[in-house]
């Protein structure tokens, strides 16, 4: 018996412009200028491989291989989310105690003590805000979580 073949996109057509949009995944897109016979294989916008004049066959092939790629690309991009909303919630967490121990004083401390101890309170809590907003990966995660 032989195994059918499972297509897994979306095709868009935009005739006014020649161009045929395989919408492989939520990073990936095939998009082909039809006139040209250009075929180009993006990965979140970015092209990454070009291809031209194509056979028909050729062109079913290398589509099936861009989705099993694609596949393959998304478990990634899911492991990568997962991490990533992992460490936005240990960094909060780090914040929230760095947050708690700003209220925090000893009788027994000097100015110095105290100033020192408030000054990296807030170093910590800056860090904490400033790893999450400035590293792409936790900054889309921490976006995610509070839609």
Same mark, same amino acid.
């Given at each position: ?19 045929? %949009? ?26 990454? #491989? %070009? !291809?031209?004049?194509?056979?028909? #066959?050729? !062109?079913?092939? %290398? ?14 991009? #899911? ?49 904490? !805000?400033?790893?999450? #907003? ?14």
């Amino acid at each position: 018996m032989e195994k059918a073949t499972k297509y897994g996109w979306e095709t868009q057509f935009d005739t006014a412009n020649d161009l045929m %949009t395989h919408t492989i995944s939520e990073h990936v897109q095939v998009v082909s200028n039809i006139k040209k016979g250009e075929v180009h294989v993006q990965v979140n916008g970015k092209t990454i #491989k %070009t !291809y031209n004049n194509m056979p028909v #066959k050729k !062109y079913e092939a %290398t589509l099936l291989a861009v989705q099993a790629k694609a596949k393959k690309l998304e478990r990634r991009y #899911k492991a990568v989310s997962l991490l990533s909303k992992a460490a936005v919630w240990a960094i909060s967490i780090i914040a929230m105690l760095a947050f708690i121990a700003l209220g925090g004083d000893n009788d027994e401390w000097t100015l110095g003590m105290f100033a020192t101890q408030k000054a990296c309170c807030i170093a910590v809590i800056a860090g904490c !805000y400033l790893s999450i #907003k400035r590293t792409p990966a936790l900054a889309e995660a921490w976006e995610s979580m509070n839609k």
